[in-house]
């Protein structure tokens, strides 16, 4: 690069990262490092965030300090930048004594530009003393929202950080963190102590995940199976919610012959690390976890995440689900619950003190219940709660606007059969028992209670058992009925009243049709067979690089970058190099071994070298109602200075 391209972000972002353009609000976030202005970033996962704090260090040719919170995600995040032939370093608890003691002499000597450090590490007084040496430009704080009881991953070491003002008050400082809704981003400004912060706020919208609610039933496990079978050559999480039942599922699933892995807290140390490697490394593996697995996964290529529970917060869905789809390839995000999730965080909640209950925990809970129980836009219920307007009526990707769950043609009839059959019951039973009456149940209980014998009884009976529960959850979000006391019983509210008398009009859904296909293989509407074999030959070229070089396959090229070379058929270096993720160093790293490989398998197919693509064509979700372009953004704020 000559002296100008040198001060471009642009030119570095092509030469290290192969991209020809910014992703929204990146170059807002460089220009405020470039010009020591700090400042808050808040984006999705997979919209390139990391890249912001790392491309002006570069162009300063100085050094970064950035604070990560976990060690495996230093690691792969300084493979990946090694890879790109940028020099970083990380200092963790897991490091030698000698491997410590060349990260510090590349710091004295000026050869690195990014250091990686926990916030744990960095506090030390040790740490600090150290640091007062070296030319530090500013400090980037990822994963920020960690630094807030607001949020969902409090970590009480991030509220010292501000100490690092007083050890280095000329540093600008910036931070970073995908899920923040408007308390959190105000506890960061604050608990930072960030001067005229610029806050730069995307948009919380993953247009390339499918969300999908399911009601968990007693064959959850056939549930499971039946993801798992839509993704035979892909890699997914599944969510549990006990040490217990990720065993359980791990060696239910480990029978049906796919790599399956266990991840909790209570399993040893070495074990944990051999599963998350192991997990990272595969491109087919499928981790079973409670939530101690999953913040510093960087893996770009999971195409599917199953929570087989309900999460006790809505940023706690948004952050574990957002580890689908990295890439912006098409991905899927499937949630089972049941109402016994809800009573169990309820209880959770009740039996702790006061002063140990997080901040707003119980009004997350009951937006994570609302989410579940819903009957709008899975992906406009998100954005709404971060205070978001979703721009589009139908978002194409989500069970409610695919149609998978379809409105009932009367909702009011069918809503007053069971409002008055509650009312018949004397409001004296739970949801259960209920619907049992509904169905038409013989159940002795209700024979006992002479229920048999009421109008309302088996007025639904033509549906199933597990349709009308979903009805009564659907009218307990809706506020036509509540739960009351220790038994949760149901009630009849004021407008389930009205909506009686027909002055109110509930909405009803119902299971539609079902057109759960592998998204991940949307791509056949742009490749032929032939090509799509090419990718699978291509995966298995970077599977074989990735374990010479013992780094995940993800970091060598993304599935998206696959995809595209795929569609180009590069065949020399030229046009290897016009594939967006491939810069300079993996070029002249991997250039010649995958356009030989290109090359063979076009001749041998009879595919045409060196394609020009539609730019009008993308692999990734057709429907994007997110960013504006950058320098178009109306979320551009100011927070006045903490003083």
């Known amino acids: 690069m000559n002296s100008a391209e040198k001060q471009d972000p642009a030119s570095w972002l092509k030469h290290y990262w192969g991209h020809q353009d910014f992703l929204p609000l990146q170059r807002?976030?460089?220009?405020?490092?470039?010009?020591?202005?700090?400042?808050?970033?808040?984006?999705?996962?997979?919209?390139?965030?990391?890249?912001?704090?790392?491309?002006?260090?570069?162009?300063?040719?100085?050094?970064?300090?950035?604070?990560?919170?976990?060690?495996?995600?230093?690691?792969?995040?300084v493979d990946a930048l090694r890879l790109n032939g940028i020099a970083a370093a990380c200092i963790n608890s897991t490091m030698s004594s000698s491997e410590k003691r060349h990260v510090t002499e590349q710091l004295r000597a000026g050869a690195l530009n990014l250091l990686y450090i926990s916030p744990e590490k960095l506090i030390q007084e040790s740490s600090l003393e150290?640091?007062?040496?070296?030319?530090?430009?500013?400090?980037?704080?990822?994963?920020?929202?960690?630094?807030?009881?607001?949020?969902h991953d409090f970590r009480p070491d991030y509220r010292q950080l501000a100490n690092i003002r007083k050890v280095l008050p000329?540093?600008?400082?910036?931070?970073?963190?995908?899920?923040?809704?408007?308390?959190?981003?105000?506890?960061?400004?604050?608990q930072l102590q960030l001067h005229d912060a610029r806050l730069l706020l995307g948009s919380f919208d993953r247009p390339n995940l499918t969300y999908r609610v399911r009601r968990r039933t007693s064959g959850h496990l056939a549930q499971i199976k039946e993801v798992l079978e839509r993704y035979p050559n892909d890699s997914g999480i599944i969510y549990c919610q006990s040490r217990r039942e990720v065993e359980e599922t791990a060696a239910q699933l480990q029978n049906q012959g796919r790599r399956v892995l266990a991840y909790h807290a209570g399993m040893q140390d070495h074990e944990r690390k051999s599963n998350h490697d192991d997990f990272i490394r595969h491109e087919n593996a499928i981790m079973v976890a409670t939530?101690?697995?999953?913040?510093g996964v960087d893996k770009s290529n999971i195409r599917f995440v199953i929570h087989s529970g309900l999460p006790k917060a809505l940023e706690n869905y948004l952050q574990e689900s957002g580890r689908a789809g990295r890439d912006g390839l098409p991905s899927e995000c499937l949630l089972f619950h049941s109402h016994n999730d809800l009573l169990r965080w309820q209880r959770q909640f009740d039996e702790q003190s006061d002063d140990k209950e997080p901040p707003g925990a119980r009004q997350s809970l009951a937006a994570m219940a609302a989410y579940a129980n819903g009957v709008d836009c899975r992906h406009r219920q998100l954005l709404r709660y971060f205070d978001e307007t979703h721009v589009d009526d139908d978002c194409g990707h989500c069970d409610i606007c695919l149609r998978e769950l379809v409105e009932v043609r009367d909702?009011?009839?069918?809503?007053?059969?069971?409002?008055?059959?509650?009312?018949?019951?004397?409001?004296?039973?739970?949801?259960?028992y209920s619907a049992q009456v509904l169905k038409g149940s013989r159940e002795r209980r209700i024979r006992i209670n002479q229920h048999h014998l009421l109008s309302t009884w088996g007025i639904l009976k033509e549906h199933s058992l597990e349709q009308i529960k979903e009805w009564l959850e659907q009218l307990i979000d809706q506020g036509f009925i509540v739960r009351e006391g220790e038994f949760q019983l149901l009630k009849v509210t004021s407008r389930g009243r009205e909506l009686l008398r027909g002055h109110e009009k509930p909405r009803l859904l119902q299971s539609g049709k079902e057109v759960l296909t592998p998204l991940a293989l949307e791509a056949d509407r742009v490749l032929k067979q032939t090509e799509l074999e090419l990718f699978a030959e291509l995966r298995k070229l970077r599977r074989e690089l990735a374990q010479n070089r013992e780094v995940p396959p993800y970091i060598i090229f993304s599935d998206s970058a696959l995809y595209e070379m795929a569609r180009r058929h590069p065949a020399?270096?030229?046009?290897?190099?016009?594939?967006?993720?491939?810069?300079?160093?993996?070029?002249?790293?991997?250039?010649?071994?995958?356009?030989?490989?290109?090359?063979?398998?076009?001749?041998?197919?009879?595919?045409?070298?060196?394609?020009?693509?539609?730019?009008?064509?993308?692999?990734?979700?057709?429907?994007?109602?997110?960013?504006?372009?950058?320098?178009?953004?109306?979320?551009?704020?100011?927070?006045?200075a903490v003083r």
Not at 34 to 55: E, F, H, M, N, R
Not at 139 to 149: M, P, Y
Not at 291 to 295: D, K, L, Q, S, T
Not at 411 to 432: D, H, M, V
């Open 130 to 151: 150290f640091i007062k040496t070296l030319p530090i430009r500013y400090l980037a704080v990822d994963e920020a929202h960690c630094i807030s009881q607001w949020g």
């Open 411 to 432: 909702p009011l009839i069918t809503a007053q059969k069971i409002i008055s059959s509650l009312l018949r019951q004397g409001e004296n039973f739970g949801l259960l």
């Open 28 to 77: 807002e976030a460089i220009d405020c490092v470039l010009c020591g202005q700090d400042s808050l970033l808040v984006l999705p996962t997979g919209a390139g965030k990391s890249v912001c704090y790392q491309i002006p260090v570069l162009i300063s040719n100085g050094l970064a300090l950035v604070v990560s919170p976990l060690i495996a995600l230093m690691k792969e995040q």
């Open 170 to 190: 000329q540093i600008s400082v910036h931070a970073f963190t995908a899920t923040a809704t408007r308390a959190v981003q105000h506890d960061i400004v604050h």
């Open 291 to 295: 939530i101690a697995f999953g913040m």
């Open 572 to 640: 020399d270096q030229d046009n290897f190099l016009k594939v967006k993720g491939v810069g300079e160093s993996k070029g002249k790293d991997f250039g010649e071994i995958f356009t030989k490989r290109i090359k063979n398998f076009c001749l041998q197919h009879d595919l045409k070298l060196n394609c020009a693509v539609d730019p009008g064509i993308t692999i990734k979700a057709p429907k994007n109602p997110g960013f504006p372009p950058h320098d178009q953004s109306p979320a551009l704020k100011k927070y006045p």
